[in-house]
């Protein structure tokens, strides 16, 4: 027996018996009708194979695609097919292209890899993840068992997200006094995948409570949008007073991708028009 590493399941040598010559003159040699073949089995002693899987390459969008890679210990006589389970918080078809639910690693071979191809966005989502559960198996040779891995059956790679959103603060409508309310606009140049709570400031000439209805802070700005409005609610009063001032300073978000930009764009003022005549 010439001994390998290969998992190929037990095996067999058969000899039999075929035509024969050198008899004596006259003397007929027959070949036995029940015990004319033989059967030799080697055992073979590469019955278990371990089945792993591990994170080759990271992902990044805009940069790097991700890799996974699926092994054997032995090399197999036979194509062996790998069911796989998708899961994390990548989305599959939207945050890269559809994964493989399963790969075939060819006989002779120890190895194949499944990529991770990223589908670049212009959404602030953080990083995310795609994992990789081994399943079952089929097509090892008859006698030869593939388990997977107790300690290496998952694998994960990271999507690095690369978008960053600044949020920015204009006027858009002025309070006039029992006619209309104000209005800022908090406007994103990117958006984002969850709602972001959006804190600030509120000052100026205008008091509120009696000129306008006080503002409180945090708001939320919502998933998917370009815009968050603030209405300034005004409040009717029978003074004859100036014209007086709302000066709304964004101040922070809950999100670390989401920043506030620097002045005079995180900052804006509406004016409250009085429509009372001075006495």
Excluded: H, W
Aim: proline fraction near 4%; charged fraction near 20%.
């Amino acid at each position: 027996v010439i001994s390998d590493a290969i998992a190929e399941g037990n095996e067999t040598v058969i000899l039999t018996l075929g035509a024969n010559t050198g008899a004596p003159t006259g003397v007929t040699v027959s070949n036995s009708t029940t015990e004319d073949e033989a059967t030799v089995t080697i055992t073979d002693n590469d019955l278990a194979v371990e089945v792993s899987i591990e994170t080759t390459t990271q992902a990044a969008e805009d940069a790097t695609n991700g890799l996974f890679t699926i092994s054997v210990d032995k090399e197999l006589s036979s194509d062996l097919t790998i069911n796989l389970t998708l899961g994390g918080t990548a989305d599959d078809g939207t945050d890269m292209n559809a994964m493989a639910t399963s790969v075939t690693i060819p006989a002779g071979d120890f190895s194949v890899t499944t990529p991770v191809t990223v589908i670049s966005d212009a959404i602030v989502e953080g990083d995310e993840t795609v994992i990789l559960t081994l399943g079952t198996n089929s097509g090892a040779p008859t006698g030869v068992t593939a388990t997977n891995s107790a300690t290496n059956d998952e694998a994960t790679v990271t999507i690095t997200d690369d978008d960053y959103a600044t949020l920015r603060i204009v006027r858009k409508t002025d309070v006039y006094e029992n006619i209309s309310d104000g209005e800022f606009l908090v406007i994103t140049n990117k958006q984002f995948d969850t709602d972001v709570e959006v804190s600030f400031s509120v000052g100026g000439t205008a008091t509120a409570g009696s000129d306008y209805t006080t503002l409180s802070s945090p708001v939320t700005f919502p998933a998917y949008s370009d815009t968050l409005r603030i209405v300034v609610p005004q409040l009717d009063d029978s003074e004859s007073e100036m014209n007086e001032y709302v000066i709304m300073n964004l101040t922070g978000t809950d999100n670390s991708r989401v920043s506030i930009a620097p002045a005079p764009d995180s900052t804006a003022t509406v004016t409250v028009f009085d429509d009372d005549l001075p006495l």
